[in-house]
T-cell receptor, first 113, second 111 residues
Framework: AQSVTQLDSQVPVFEEAPVELRCNYSSSVSVYLFWYVQYPNQGLQLLLKYLSGSTLVKGINGFEAEFNKSQTSFHLRKPSVHISDTAEYFCALSGAGSYQLTFGKGTKLSVIP | GAGVSQTPSNKVTEKGKYVELRCDPISGHTALYWYRQSLGQGPEFLIYFQGTGAADDSGLPNDRFFAVRPEGSVSTLKIQRTERGDSAVYLC?????????FGPGTRLTVL
């Protein structure tokens, strides 16, 4: 069985401040990890992915994440947020040998002017 | 190119009715997925197609739910005898490799 835990359901942060959205996972097999963003009334858009190789992955809009196998984490970071980053962020994984995604419950990021 | 499209964008129906939700994947993508997103939750996997066949339907909640992809492109998710608990946003995604591209979803409301 696989699971994804996003401990923070809501994260408020001031504009231009740094942010970290936490994601931990559980899986008995090796995993592929993803972060998706969902703007209000829109579909899911891929921010970044870890498939193999370097554990630090960079994505769109200045976001990056680090895969930490020993801590089973894949936290998302951005050094300076903008108002336009206000959205809901979902961490997801797929396990080796399967293709469907298992999602966390999401973290709502609110950027305060 | 065109992304994943889903129709209708909104569907309101009455308890007990039958509904069909359509997904048009990105051209050339052999894999197609259906997910369901309830309010305040992350998407939950329903079914995965590779080509025309359902490779994994373990996420379908019960036998009222069924999906087809007869020509390996467009897919239809069918829900019989709808219940109020079926109200959710139904998401479709397609992929060529590991990265899945999502459509905007169909918001289903069962009254």
């Amino acid at each position: 069985a696989q699971s994804v835990t996003q401990l923070d359901s809501q994260v408020p942060v001031f504009e231009e401040a740094p942010v970290e959205l936490r994601c931990n996972y559980s899986s008995s097999v090796s995993v592929y990890l993803f972060w998706y963003v969902q703007y209000p009334n829109q579909g899911l858009q891929l921010l970044l992915k870890y498939l193999s190789g370097s554990t630090l992955v960079k994505g769109i809009n200045g976001f990056e994440a680090e895969f930490n196998k020993s801590q089973t984490s894949f936290h998302l970071r951005k050094p300076s947020v903008h108002i336009s980053d206000t959205a809901e962020y979902f961490c997801a994984l797929s396990g080796a040998g399967s293709y469907q995604l298992t999602f966390g419950k999401g973290t709502k990021l609110s950027v305060i002017p | 190119g065109a992304g994943v499209s889903q129709t209708p964008s909104n569907k309101v129906t009455e308890k007990g009715k039958y509904v069909e939700l359509r997904c048009d994947p990105i051209s050339g993508h052999t894999a197609l997925y259906w997910y369901r997103q309830s309010l305040g939750q992350g998407p939950e996997f329903l079914i995965y197609f590779q080509g025309t066949g359902a490779a994994d339907d373990s996420g379908l909640p019960n036998d009222r739910f069924f999906a087809v992809r007869p020509e390996g492109s467009v897919s239809t998710l069918k829900i019989q005898r709808t219940e109020r608990g079926d109200s959710a946003v139904y998401l479709c995604a397609s992929s060529a490799e590991r990265e899945q591209f999502f459509g905007p979803g169909t918001r289903l409301t069962v009254l």
